[in-house]
Nanobody, 115 residues
Framework: VQLQASGGGLVQAGGSLTLSCAAS????????VAWYRQAPGTQREWVAS???????YYSDSVKGRCSISRDNAKNMAYLQMTSLRPEDAAVYYC??????????WGQGTQVTVSS
């Protein structure tokens, strides 16, 4: 697996969580990295992305509550999530963006939000 997400867990509604994504150098460099999520019974959806230059984009569902960042020197990306809602519960994955550049999916990291 070339991009591996971690940092998920159980959090109360309104709480915060920061996810991490570790990527291999040849994957990370010059590519836009994104976070996706998939809740049970739903399709995997795009959450946020960040270009190599640091331009960020967010889905409407998380805009204002999440912040994506990357550390090019460490080949790491992060998703800081605040004001979590039960509907944010899902398995979160990191991968490339757009979908045409997606590599094999890792196991993702589970985020559970209790109400």
């Amino acid at each position: 697996v070339q991009l591996q997400a971690s940092g998920g867990g159980l959090v109360q509604a309104g709480g915060s969580l920061t996810l991490s994504c570790a990527a291999s150098t040849h994957i990370f460099s010059y590519n836009t990295v994104a976070w996706y999520r998939q809740a049970p019974g739903t399709q995997r959806e795009w959450v946020a992305s960040i270009s190599n230059a640091g331009n960020t984009y967010y889905s409407d569902s998380v805009k204002g509550r999440c912040s994506i960042s990357r550390d090019n020197a460490k080949n790491m990306a992060y998703l800081q999530m605040t004001s979590l809602r039960p509907e944010d519960a899902a398995v979160y994955y990191c991968n490339l963006f757009p979908r045409s550049r997606v590599r094999a999916w890792g196991q993702g990291t589970q985020v559970t939000v209790s109400s």
